[in-house]
């Protein structure tokens, strides 16, 4: 990483092929480094897991949107406007505190429980089947177009019943929002997906379904009804955190396994394993890599850095999922070690609503490509492309050979 004119190191481009050295080095410096993030805002970069837990929960780390625009402008060195997305999609619960945070998140959790997650098995575990067995006889597939990307948006669709035909549309814009290294197209994806949002709320409203995000629509006003921006960033924020990740959980942890043959064979051997090796695939290498924006509301002490108020303050995950004084032997992949703990999920009153589908979502696609096929790696590890991203850690592409099981 290079440095700017104000002293802060530049994210460049090798960090995205090796982020974990550049933490394991951060780590041993300080508890926080002013960094600048490919666009051009100034944050700090909280690399140890005690710290990145505290910043997390701690409620002097806001998430309030409006202050988050307004830090923006005073924390800026790139070009043009700081604040470029869409302003319909971010009132929602990620981007609040509470008690409007409580009141946003109190109205879809009940869709999210454990069991309710449970009761999708049989749907999502046919998913999986059909896309395995579309995979299949063809030899070598990209794992990520098979199987770890159609799966969760697939269900995450089905959920809010939204119409599959706009699905590759809906990912475009989501990958350039997600990953804002094309500020050019920020705007008009923002501006697209807003409107497409605002024809579903619109749609649900003349036809609705019964499905859950219908019911948020039509809900009273004795129900906390949410307006209309607020439906629109509750479906954003929905369908892309339900995707963007997912597809990471899967790809990455199947691209370990694979990198680790003494681990899959492990596995192989011992189904029992599966639960505690997703909990080590989110540990290891998660999907989320920089937790979203923060900022001081006043001076906060953060292990040996004062942070002054105002001042964005991010949580790397896959950082602090690496500290050794939590993990011992952090930078092995162990899929017997008890990993739980992780922040993988976050810490705190934002922590992933989604974790119970995710899991099983991971379950699901990971135990059942492993009994339908032999896998192996169809490229050499160093040539896959990682997601020039600092809020996802992902691959573009898994090329894998597959050879159906049943054929031995
Ligand atoms: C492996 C997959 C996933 C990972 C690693 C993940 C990770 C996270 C993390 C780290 C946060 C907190 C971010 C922060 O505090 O800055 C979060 C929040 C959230 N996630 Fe997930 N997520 C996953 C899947 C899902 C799924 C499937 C959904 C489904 C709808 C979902 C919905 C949400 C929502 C709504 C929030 C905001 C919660 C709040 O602000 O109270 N996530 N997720």
């Known amino acids: 990483m290079g440095e700017t004119a104000t002293g802060a190191m530049r994210i460049s481009p090798e ?165 804002g290294n094309q500020p050019e197209l920020l705007q008009e994806a923002g501006q697209a997906m807003a409107g497409f949002l605002a024809g579903l709320v619109a749609d649900k409203r003349a036809n609705p379904g019964d499905d859950f995000f219908s019911a948020l629509v039509h809900a009273s006003e004795d129900d906390d009804r949410l307006d209309e921006v607020e439906l629109i960033s509750m479906a954003f924020l929905l369908l892309v955190a339900g995707h963007e990740t997912t597809v990471n959980l899967i790809a990455t942890g199947v691209f370990n396994l694979l990198k680790h043959p003494d681990q899959l064979e492990k596995l192989r051997a ?70 739980g703990g992780h922040l993988a999920f976050g810490h705190g009153v934002h922590y992933c609503l989604g974790a119970p589908l995710a899991r099983l979502e991971g379950e699901i696609a990971v135990g059942s490509l492993l009994d339908r096929f032999d896998i192996a790696l169809a490229a050499e590890p160093d040539t896959l492309k990682w997601r020039e991203s600092t809020l996802m850690r992902g691959l573009y592409s898994l090329p894998v050979s597959l050879s159906d099981r049943g054929a031995h």
């Open 15 to 179: 960090y995205f092929v090796d982020p974990h050295s550049i933490h394991a080095r951060l780590r041993e410096e300080a508890a926080a480094t002013q960094i600048v993030l490919p666009r051009g805002l100034r944050v700090w970069l909280v690399t140890r897991y005690e710290e990145a837990r505290f910043v997390l929960a701690d409620p002097r780390f806001s998430k309030d949107h409006a202050g988050i625009n307004e830090v923006a402008t005073r924390h800026w060195e790139g070009e043009g406007d700081p604040v470029m997305f869409d302003q319909s999609l971010v009132r929602h619960m990620l981007n609040s505190d509470p008690p409007n945070h409580t009141r946003l998140r109190k109205l879809v959790t009940k869709a999210f429980t454990p069991k309710r997650v449970e009761a999708l098995r049989p749907r999502i575990q046919e998913i999986t089947d059909e896309l395995l067995e579309a995979a299949a006889g063809q030899g070598e597939v990209d794992l990520v177009e098979a199987l770890a990307f159609p799966l969760p948006i697939t269900v995450i669709c089905e959920l809010l019943n939204v119409p599959m035909e706009h699905r590759d549309d809906f990912r475009r814009w989501s990958n350039i929002l997600v990953a």
């Open 270 to 339: 011992d189904r029992s394993l599966l639960p505690g090796a997703i909990e080590e695939f989110l540990r290891y290498e998660g999907p989320v890599n920089q937790a979203t924006f923060r900022y001081t509301t006043e001076d906060v002490q953060v292990g040996d850095v004062l942070i002054p108020e105002g001042h964005f303050v991010l949580a790397s995950l896959i950082s602090a999922n690496r500290d050794e004084s939590r993990f011992p032997d952090a930078d092995t992949f162990d899929i017997t070690r008890p990993a």
